[in-house]
């Protein structure tokens, strides 16, 4: 390909960049809906999934969720507001956006950055076309993606010398521009190349109108496609609300459209072995004492965990068996909805030498591609190459091409899609479900709300937690172990996210481990009072550590020593119930110091009233005797009420210098109800100890 229609295809794939031409560039579209939608909202913020589904009620256009990310949060859309929050995007518009919604904004294309990169590097591009050679590249770049789709229309299609860019012919010089251009630390040139990479499939479609090479919807239809477990995980809600929404979408296409919907046997078996696995791991540290709206409240990916937590709120019976019938009968129901067939009968004979010796070799081909890779192997092996060789064989060579065949595997898994495109001349068995949207929503009405359920497929980059949902679960079951108080519970969390979980969970650590370091973390929180006994812990628990690591590792010397080692273990162990009675012990006191300090605080207003008791009589006293010292006032008051000839006046004012008694009396009996009093006072000791035994339980 030249270097002008490569311009060309870079122009129409670097969308975010483009220029005036809004209607070659599908995406100036998508960001002029998106602004008229936001519009109408006013002032009103929208999440992402909110916008999506304005745009498909109001103007029955389907968007879907990378589009949507992608334009509102790009540097050159300075007129959306966006906020992360909760894990969701929200955006507005900004008022002067409103009022220059129709302005351009000048773009940064592709030539912009590589003039830029030989202004700044004259010397390393002196008497080469660098810009051809950045070209070729990135021509290059683009191509693997766009040839590992062209082969499901062309099974004969080599993936061999493109999948690897490093095999790719070029000099040292070029290797050496190409590096220095793709290690500049430029946000926006690195955006740009994103996007001439992740537009391999819009290109396809646009240049693959005529010939052969042509999809129509009339081609595709009446094939047979089986699901990948990690396809029923998501639909199940198992990964989450957002993406079960999507999936179901993207099966009801296929009910929509006549296609078939398989599990095979092999899939099934595995989704069910793999359920009871992740509950038996579940099982392994869970606690009635756990309060799982707690789990919801901190950001992790959506899994079993999650989703069983999210199940068990508001239950009173949670036990795990029923939460495994729980999944069953949400698995039932899925296949009744979608009308799903399960394919019981292998079309292979797996007692069969050959078909034995494939199926090993598929497995072991598929580890070793997965692992070559560095990634996780996702499921099992053994079920991915039984699902491999089942629609093998299912398709009886009718592997010309994507219109030919009709037997597909749906799944999510990356890895083994790549090993299967990599493998001889057949049509890919492997697709992702964004690949077969993609081509369906190319030919089919946009404003149906199928395309949604692309976004759930694509394998965007996840925003980094601080821990996974297994060690969430573990480190919960630890702080509930010390305490059963929501309130406690949240607070010992919510210091622990704060703090990064540091010290608790790290990679190295064992699931013991984390369990144990949760617990000593809650203990640390809610008995920082007593510093001696936190500190006679941790070195206990120190040293229970060290004696542990220490049977292990020498467990497998010497036999005699083993049993030693299972001694002292065992005599470490009752130091620990020891103390655990010393515990016991001190929190008995730390209760008795507090019912003595709420005894005197009960006390207290008593003794004030004996003060003014005393006041009262020595004003009652003073009234006959010392009747000749100067300072002597309530005589003097007593003379001053003789003095006056009113009878009623004289009578309420001697009545009033003996209402003090009255007071005196009910001083008395409060006095003698908290000070002297003993029923009284043990009455109220136990209910003290009471509240403060509850306390401290």
């Not at 036990?319 to 949400?330: H, R």
């Not at 703090?499 to 144990?516: G, L």
């Not at 120190?542 to 005699?560: L, M, P, Q, R, W």
Request: include cysteine.
């Amino acid at each position: 390909m030249n270097e002008e229609r490569q311009h060309q295809l870079f122009r129409l794939s670097a969308v975010l960049y483009a220029d005036n031409n809004y209607e070659v560039v599908p995406k100036t579209i998508h960001r002029k809906v998106i602004e008229s939608a936001l519009l109408e909202c006013g002032m009103e913020e929208y999440s992402v999934h909110q916008i999506i589904d304005f745009i498909q009620e109001r103007y029955s256009i389907t968007f879907d969720e990378e589009s949507v990310r992608e334009i509102v949060t790009s540097k050159k859309e300075e007129g959306f507001l966006t906020n992360h929050r909760n894990g969701n995007l929200y955006v507005c518009l900004s008022e002067k956006r409103k009022q220059t919604l129709q302005a351009k904004i000048s773009n940064k294309t592709i030539d912009f950055f590589i003039s830029e990169f030989q202004g700044n590097n004259t010397q390393l591009v002196a008497r080469v076309d660098s810009k051809a050679i950045l070209y070729k590249f990135l021509y290059d770049i683009f191509s693997t993606n766009t040839y590992s789709f062209q082969k499901l229309i062309n099974n004969k299609k080599d993936l061999s010398g493109i999948i690897n860019l490093e095999n790719s012919n070029y000099s040292e010089k070029e290797k050496e521009i190409i590096n220095n251009f793709l290690q500049w630390d430029n946000f926006e040139k690195n955006k740009a190349i994103f996007n001439i990479a992740s537009y391999a499939l819009e290109y396809c479609m646009l240049t693959n109108k005529n010939g052969s090479s042509s999809i129509h919807l009339d081609n595709l239809k009446n094939k047979s496609f089986y699901l990948d477990t990690n396809i029923i995980y998501r639909v199940l809600g198992i990964n989450g609300e957002n993406r079960q929404k999507r999936s179901k979408t993207f099966l009801k296409k296929f009910n929509d459209s006549g296609e078939k919907i398989i599990i095979s046997k092999s899939t099934e078996t595995e989704f069910k072995d793999g359920i009871k696995g992740h509950v038996d791991r579940i099982r392994n540290y869970d606690s009635p004492r756990v309060n799982s709206i707690l789990f919801q409240e901190v950001e992790v990916q959506r899994d079993i965990y999650n989703f069983y937590h999210k199940w068990r709120i508001g239950k009173i019976n949670y036990n795990l068996d029923l939460f495994i019938a729980e999944i069953y009968s949400i698995y039932d129901n899925f296949k009744k909805e979608f009308k799903i067939q399960v394919d019981t009968v292998k079309p292979f004979d797996i007692n069969d030498k050959k078909v034995d010796e494939l199926l090993k070799n598929y497995t072991s081909s598929i580890s070793t591609f997965k692992q070559n890779e560095g990634n996780e192997i996702i499921g099992s092996a053994t079920i991915d190459a039984e699902n491999i060789l089942w629609i093998e064989m299912k398709r009886e060579n009718k592997v010309q091409n994507i219109f030919d065949t009709k037997y597909f595997f749906i799944s999510s898994d990356q890895s083994l899609r790549r090993w299967d495109y990599q493998r001889e001349d057949k049509t890919p068995i492997v697709l992702l479900p964004s690949q077969w949207m993609s081509i369906l929503l190319r030919y089919l009405n946009r404003t149906e709300d199928d395309f949604k359920s692309f976004v759930s497929f694509l394998n965007l980059k996840n925003s980094e937690v601080l821990i996974n949902s297994e060690k969430l679960h573990i480190v919960l079951t630890g702080i509930a172990e010390m305490t059963t108080s929501i309130e406690q519970q949240r607070f010992i969390l919510n210091n622990l996210v704060e703090n990064k979980f540091n010290s608790v969970v790290s990679r190295s650590m064992s699931n013991e481990q984390i369990f144990e370091n949760a617990k000593k973390y809650a203990k640390s929180k809610l008995e920082n009072e007593v510093e001696k006994l936190k500190i006679q812990n941790n070195d206990l628990t120190g040293k229970y550590n060290e004696i542990s690591a220490d049977i292990t590792v020498h467990k497998t010397a010497v036999t005699s020593e083993i049993q030693h080692l299972k001694d002292e273990k065992e005599g470490i162990k009752r130091k620990l119930s020891d103390k655990e009675k010393e515990n016991i012990h001190l929190k008995e006191q730390l209760i008795e110091s507090e019912i003595k300090a709420e005894m005197r605080k009960w006390q207290e207003p008593a003794k004030w009233l004996i003060a003014l008791g005393f006041l009262i009589i020595l004003f009652m006293t003073l009234q006959f005797c010392c009747k000749t010292w100067s300072l002597n006032y309530p005589y003097k008051l007593v003379m001053w009420i003789e003095t006056i000839t009113n009878t009623v006046q004289k009578t309420t004012l001697t009545t009033l210098m003996y209402a003090p008694l009255i007071g005196l009396w009910l001083i008395s009996k409060f006095v003698w109800s908290r000070l002297i009093s003993k029923d009284k006072k043990s009455e109220t000791k136990l209910k003290i100890k009471n509240n403060v035994t509850v306390k401290y339980k």
